[in-house]
């Protein structure tokens, strides 16, 4: 088995992270992440990781929190996200660095590229923490700018469900799925399973994004080698 890209990085949802329970972490869900990670770096890919915090924490939650605090507080939450899954990818043998792009130094490292970089080189999994370290930005767009930063060859859009649809599967069983869409596609349907700047940035820098179900069997290993699954969004 060989494998398409070098170099990716891996958007898992928050929520993904939580199973069942929608909130939290499932020891028994990040374990097969762990497993999934494992064998896509056995086949000598290059990962770095973008955890969402929506298992913690999303927006503001129904209250009047000001914007800027509550998108602080998300980032927080994608912060102990990370550290859960660098934890369950070290006891699996898988040497691992968090960075953050807020100032966390007695946990994690500051996010700089260069040595983010030399990470990756020496085969070491990065996960990429706290998004843009900006407010109003979600991690989507901090998954597409880590991408176009490290030159990642795809932008993997690991969900809870299997793709891309015209509406919500959950709620509409006559959804339709999209095998293929452009960059402008997904603009202009207004699509939501990844959002506007995120998909700019990946257009701008001709970054392709596979979004995919990561409850799927060996789903990462199949994105990885170029099989097909899910959605692929190209120019």
């Not at 699509?191 to 990462?220: H, Q, R, W, Y």
């Amino acid at each position: 088995m060989r494998n398409q890209y070098k170099r990716v990085i891996i958007k898992l949802s928050g929520e993904a992270l939580a199973g069942a329970n929608g909130t939290g972490i499932n020891p028994q869900v990040v374990n097969g992440v762990v497993e999934q990670i494992k064998k896509v770096k056995e086949l000598g890919v290059e990962i770095g990781i973008i955890i969402g915090g929506g298992n913690f924490w999303r927006g503001r939650q129904g209250t009047e929190m000001d914007r800027t605090t509550a998108d602080h507080m998300g980032m927080l939450a994608t912060v102990m996200n990370s550290l859960a899954m660098q934890d369950a990818l070290e006891r699996n043998g898988i040497p691992t660095r968090v960075q953050t792009a807020l100032t966390i130094t007695r946990v994690a490292e500051p996010y700089i590229l260069r040595k983010a970089l030399k990470h990756l080189e020496h085969g070491r999994v990065v996960i990429f923490a706290c998004g843009t370290g900006n407010p109003y930005f979600s991690t989507d767009t901090g998954a597409a700018l880590r991408a176009a930063e490290i030159g990642a060859e795809v932008l993997l859009l690991a969900k809870n469900i299997d793709g891309i649809y015209d509406s919500d599967p959950k709620v509409n069983p006559n959804a339709k799925k999209f095998d293929n869409l452009t960059y402008l596609d997904f603009i202009s349907k207004g699509l939501k399973a990844m959002d506007t700047t995120a998909i700019t940035i990946c257009m701008e820098n001709k970054i392709p994004v596979l979004a995919f179900g990561l409850d799927e069997e060996d789903s990462l290993v199949r994105a990885v080698t170029g099989q097909k699954i899910g959605t692929l969004i190209t120019c």
